[in-house]
């Protein structure tokens, strides 16, 4: 249905979380009644409350001003997707970061804050290896990796006995976010039969190996 497309889209976008209140941004939302996604009007001043302006809890542009009603700490959590880098642009005008949980220090009973997509490439701090999607997975699936620093990477498949059966990556990569796909061939180019594989990063001294389930 329209609704659950919906859903689906809204949970696939960015998320900010404030209390029980949670926003959406990032995504150009594809929404059918708009008004749905407004707000009630703002509670009496003392009270906690975040909202984008305009009254709503959606906001699909790259740069998105927040109504806060809260004077002290404000803790908000953030989920970014897809590797995005957003930052938060205070009262003061200080720039922070948006990655996981974030405290602010709100000066006034009423202010704004302005949440927007960041133009810096973002780095990765640590080495990763993701879990492949889909999976399970027929015939296609999607591998992604963090890299920190510059480094010579090898990403290889093998089965479950530990016989090696493709090998996606085997070469010098920049820091970034990266992927490879694996469309279920061995090395040569024959399709595999179903069953577990095991995907493994070799990254500088970083080494890690996640399953997969191929399907047929």
Known sequence: TARMIVAQKLANGNILKFGKQTLYFGNKFEVENPLSYSLPPKPPVGSRDIRFSGDTKLCGFDNCVIEVMDDGLLTLEFYIRNGEAWEIIDESGN???????LGLEMNNDLGQIVLRKSTAIPIPKTYA????????????????????????VTLTIYDMIGREISQLVNKNQKTGFRSVVWNGTDSIGKSVSAGVYLYQIQAGEFVQTKKMVLLK
């Open 95 to 101: 720039v922070t970061s948006c990655s996981g949980i």
């Open 129 to 152: 290896l993701h879990p492949a999607y889909p999976n399970p997975f027929n015939p296609v699936t999607t591998i992604k990796y963090d890299l920190p620093e510059r480094v010579f």
